[in-house]
């Protein structure tokens, strides 16, 4: 299928929040704190503005609970009487003139008691900012498998490590953007940009204390999200909804893009430390690892990314000892939220760069050492979790090894390195593993519906809060229907996400749109044609023309009718979860990766240039080459930016380099050729047979292009982004020209 919205965004057709036309309506800003920690004791409005002239909110105007409705509801819709960052909201206006409003928001002052802040999230915090009991703790998680304590006392060899990641911010095409009203029902109404409909819904219910029949949800086509729209959406929700409640009026907040990288959540930083025991022939004994998470100011989303990171630390890899440990500690940083990966590209760049190190402590290939320890049928993972996906890991590596003429390139290499004066080569390779949909017991919690509606129309319509965000959920679903009742494409249509008319299938999160939902549309699809073979006095289910003959008989008959087909979420009869020993099967499939990254790096200026990329994967049965491919390619380069030039500027705990003239992502210029494969398995519980494939591709990228510097150049990075100065500092002056 070709893609069914690419035409609208190719030609500049399709109409974001911002291109909504609206009559009589105001802009809404934010007046945000200018301290990273304190006590608000005064706000402060210039007398030479008309105040009367605006609307204006604060923490007193909000009906309900003054709480971000999400995991904890520690973070204030509006700061009351402390602040916890900078940029944290304080004060809403509201205004018809845009110019008038931003001259406005600068006459508005937060005034604040500071407090001594804590940037470093290894640092202990003052007694009053201490969350649960005596640390800066959001979440603590542990993983045991084994004994890897003894182990590691018995172990021949043992390899310690620390690796570091920084923030990375999501640069989406379109900023945060929401339009509030209220209906002559009054039904408190949004439509934005956004990824889960209903998290914005329970907000709002939270905020403005109503049942959801007094709120709406509506998503507006929405230019790019990598999890930055999962959360932070729910915020600008509901202060736009404040600021139209209290006006009477339309209110539309659009951030400018400075704005938008300033107060909005980022990827957690991490710490990952390593303590390794492995055999002299390079087979793992023991995994000792801990895991810190920057959480900043507010909890967010962070227990589940620490989980997602846990999960994954360990790799790929089959080990009878495992220990892992992690924390996700509060700072006076921006919040931290959801981003593509979700916790495991930080574990995995941790892993697969101590996997390297391990191999050239022992002499060992660094393929040869992946080769001998990663997982087989019926090994299990740090969890306990037995594989049983038929999947072949070794095969994907040699795959990838074999579309990267890995050998003789690498050999190449060498004899360039020897004769270059300045220029060096080098290659590195990653596997790696992304479990798909929510983890553990997520999904039974979420039990997401869906419905199927066989219109009078002689159309058939899938009904589900997923949302398109670039990725293709209207392509994916609209072919899964259509395959399911073996009709025309066209017979389908997927109606867009208003959580007044479609039911709740869970967030567009955690790599679970195809696999999870997708198979909800079957089911649904199987439960409407029984339904309308039922109807129309058929033994069976109709397919095919049947199916077609069937409907249009029924729609003559019925105008104005629907026959609906629903599904509520089952988990497979063979996952178990246990939540308090985190131990079992913590995802009911994972999708595989295994990366080989080219890289040059000049020893003059000590930068580095990716010059070829392979990525080969395992995502279940592709159901569109290109959409595939593209979410693959869009990874990489996403995960090539983390890797080498995305840095975050922090000063006082805020990013100082929030404009994309020097917060550095990749261009064409720094991509190279990528070459996507994919080996498949279907997986019988995924649409289509599909897993998930939105997040897999960014663990890879970043570990893979670091060994391949440290291969080119003989340095040890163990810290991204790898900068040129990052880098100069890890060779040593004599080895540059």
Known sequence: ????????????????????????????????????????????????????????????????????????????????????????????????????????????????????????????????????????????????????????????????????????????????????????????????????????????????????????????????????????????????????????????????????????????????????????????????IDIIMDGGAYVTLSPVVLSRGLIHAAGPYSCANVHVRGRAVLTNCIPHGAFRGFGAPQTHFANERHMDRIAAHLGMSPVELRRRNLLKKGQTTSTGQVIRDGVDRCELLDAALDAARYDARRQRHAEFNRAHPYLRRGMGVATFHHGAGFTGSGEDYLASKLAVAARSDGRVEVRSASTEMGQGTLTVFTTIAAEALDIPADRVVVANPDTHLVPNSGPTVASRTAMVVGHLIERACDDMAGQLGAARGLSSAPRGGAFLAALDAWGRENPGRELVGRAQYKKPEYVQWYDKTYQGDAYATFSWGAYVAEVEVDLRTFSTRVTDFVAVQDIGRVLNDTLAAGQVTGGVVQAIGWALMEECVWERGAMKNNQLTNYIIPTSFDVPEINVKFIQSPYAHGGGGAKGVGELPMDGPGPAILNAVADATGADPCELPLTPERLMRLIPSGDAP
């Not at 929040?17 to 990273?36: E, I, K, N």
Request: aromatic share 6%; net charge negative.
């Open 1 to 288: 299928m070709l893609r069914l919205e690419g035409l609208s965004k190719l030609t500049g057709a399709e109409r974001y929040a911002d291109d909504m036309p609206l009559c009589d309506f105001l802009w809404g800003m934010t007046v945000r704190s200018q301290s990273p920690r304190g006590r608000i004791v005064d706000i402060r409005f210039d007398p030479s503005v008309d105040w009367s002239q605006f609307t204006i909110v604060t923490h007193r105007d909000i009906p309900g609970c003054n709480e971000v409705y999400l995991i904890e509801k520690d973070q204030p819709i509006l700061a009351a009487t402390h602040t916890r960052h900078i940029h944290e909201a304080v004060v809403l206006l509201a205004h018809p003139d845009r110019q008038a409003l931003r001259r406005a928001v600068g006459k508005v002052k937060v005034i604040v008691d500071e407090l001594p802040p804590v940037f470093d999230p290894r640092a202990p915090l003052a007694p009053e900012q201490l969350q649960h009991g005596t640390e800066n703790v959001f979440k603590a998680l542990e993983i045991r498998k084994g004994d890897a304590a003894a182990a590691l006392t018995a172990a021949p060899v043992v390899v310690e490590g620390e690796y570091a990641t920084g923030a990375q911010e999501h640069v989406y095409i379109e900023p945060n953007a929401m339009i509030a009203w209220t209906d002559e029902a009054g039904v408190i109404c949004v439509r934005g940009s956004l990824q889960c409909p209903y998290y914005v819904l329970n907000a709002l219910k939270h905020a403005f204390a109503r049942e959801a029949d007094g709120v709406r949800v509506i998503q507006t086509p929405t230019g790019g999200g990598f999890g930055g729209k999962e959360d932070y959406p729910s915020i600008i929700a509901v202060h736009a909804a404040l600021l139209a409640h209290k006006s009477g009026k339309q209110v539309k907040i659009i951030y400018d893009r400075d704005e938008d990288m300033a107060a909005t959540t980022k990827r957690h930083p991490s710490i990952v430390r390593h303590r390794t025991g492995v055999t002299k022939d390079g087979l793992l004994l023991a995994q000792d």
